[in-house]
């Protein structure tokens, strides 16, 4: 009869049960590098996220909005508007914005007509009206000004008008004479009428102005009867 030694059963029970508490040990060790890979992942995945929406919402937001009433130069004995003057700001919040005709474009509409991109650029210094800065952006014209040179005769005066439909920026209110509106800056988008384009009465217009940060600021009005030389467009 083969003997087994007294304790013996029980040494194995023993190993046993060691290996088993290390495996346990191992696989505790490895979950918990891997939850915590997964929740780093999860933070980072969380994060970029998180910019990207922020940076989403900065797109889709407009940089600029309207300062004020929007105005006509018209012309009551014909009945037709020869310029449009719309004011505006950077928006609450928002960043400098470059005007720069290589970085900007404007998108005219009206009942007839689309013209995709009329803009030229903006005028420098401050002006505190319309007319003058009209004048200077057609003087600078007929002198070369290679900027303004497409805006040949004043839409003020006597035909044939501009050979074009344009568009330039001038400054109400500026801290740096530059491209660049800034918070606290105003500035006004002027529309010069070629004879053929000029809008009359219910007509309805449209500028979409397209920079190059934000969404594209869009303002539209309806002409009303024009019997004065100031027409509030509203």
Same mark, same amino acid.
């Given at each position: ?29 490895? &979950?918990? /590098?891997? %939850? ?5 992942? #999860?933070?980072? @995945? ?5 910019? +990207? ?79 003058? &800065?009209? /004048?200077? %952006? ?5 002198? #070369?000004?290679? @900027? ?5 005769? +004043? ?80």
């Amino acid at each position: 009869m083969k003997l087994q030694r007294k304790g013996t059963r029980h040494s194995h029970r023993g190993v046993i049960g060691v290996e088993s508490a290390i495996v346990m040990i191992a696989f505790v060790i490895v &979950a918990a /590098a891997l %939850a915590f890979v997964v929740l780093n992942m #999860g933070f980072t @995945t969380s994060q970029k996220a998180k910019t +990207s929406i922020i940076s989403s919402l900065g797109e889709a937001s407009s940089s600029m909005q309207v300062a004020g009433k929007v105005i006509g130069e018209g012309d009551s004995s014909t009945g037709y508007l020869n310029m449009t003057a719309f004011p505006i700001k950077v928006s609450s919040g928002g960043n400098d914005i470059n005007l720069e005709a290589k970085t900007t474009s404007v998108r005219y509409v009206s009942n007839s007509i689309d013209y995709s991109d009329i803009y030229v650029g903006t005028l420098t210094g401050e002006f505190k009206s319309l007319s003058s &800065a009209t /004048a200077q %952006a057609v003087s600078d014209g007929s002198s #070369g000004d290679e @900027t303004f040179g497409q805006i040949d005769n +004043s839409p003020t005066g006597a035909s044939p008008g501009p050979t074009y439909t344009r568009a330039f920026i001038y400054f109400t209110q500026e801290s740096t004479s530059n491209d660049i509106l800034s918070q606290g800056e105003s500035a006004v988008l002027a529309v010069a009428y070629a004879s053929g384009d000029r809008p009359q009465a219910l007509d309805k217009i449209k500028v979409e102005i397209i920079t190059p940060t934000g969404s594209a600021l869009t303002v539209e009005r309806q002409v009303p009867t024009i019997t004065n030389t100031i027409v509030d467009l509203g």
